[in-house]
T-cell receptor
């Protein structure tokens, strides 16, 4: 058990819908990262938050947004869903910002299926 | 941009034997970290081992060890005394010391046969 909690484990929805994925980091970790794992793109970094503020942005679509709350949990919002958004979405956390941004410990992921 | 390459999509090994997974990377940075993550059929991402680029000594964690060749930009993982539970997809990953994002390779599917 990595200590990173992601809910829900599975999500099935339809195109055009909006979903929210939730992540609670390990106790004491201030940084939260979101990654997408898909068959065609592999593992891709989406976004990082550190102590409530956006710290780094990767290949995140404009239809996707995230935030980190004062209690340090984070949510990833995906809207106007398309079939290609079907993927495994991971949350990871680390103690702090660089150079304390490693290692990153991963949650079990949320599997999103778009029908 | 950094790239990570794992040239072996699939590998297999007999239980109790030793296997080495390859990883090469490309970067202009001098300070960075390298990792191996394991993803079993349960789809979890589990940290196996990490290496700091400024350390010449190769990292070891029980049956897992790495061969880090900084000049060659090579970072291989050796698994000794392979066990059935080692069956998983293994990902090599790179992180700049000053950066946030892990850059992953394509993965190597390892199967340990009884």
């Amino acid at each position: 058990d990595s200590g990173v909690t992601q809910t829900p484990k599975h999500l099935i929805t339809a195109t055009g819908q909006r979903v929210t994925l939730r992540c609670s980091p390990r106790s004491g970790d201030l940084s939260v990262y979101w990654y997408q794992q898909s068959l065609d793109q592999g593992l891709q970094f989406l976004i990082q938050y550190y102590n409530g503020e956006e710290r780094a942005k990767g290949n995140i679509l404009e239809r996707f947004s995230a935030q980190q709350f004062p209690d340090l949990h984070s949510e990833l919002n995906l809207s106007s869903l398309e079939l290609g958004d079907s993927a495994l979405y991971f949350c990871a956390s680390s103690r702090g910002a660089p150079p304390l941004n490693q290692p990153q410990h991963f949650g079990d992921g949320t599997r999103l299926s778009i029908l | 941009a950094q790239t990570v390459t794992q040239s072996q999509p699939e590998m297999s090994v007999q239980e109790a034997e030793t296997v080495t997974l390859s990883c090469t990377y490309d970067t202009s940075e001098n300070n960075y970290y390298l990792f191996w993550y394991k993803q079993p059929p349960s789809r979890q991402m589990i940290l196996v081992i990490r290496q700091e680029a400024y350390k010449q000594q190769n990292a070891t964690e029980n049956r897992f060890s790495v061969n880090f060749q900084k000049a060659a930009k090579s970072f291989s993982l050796k698994i000794s005394d392979s066990q059935l539970g080692d069956t998983a997809m293994y990902f090599c990953a790179f992180l700049e010391t000053s950066g946030s994002r892990l850059t992953f390779g394509e993965g190597t599917q390892l199967t340990v046969n009884p």
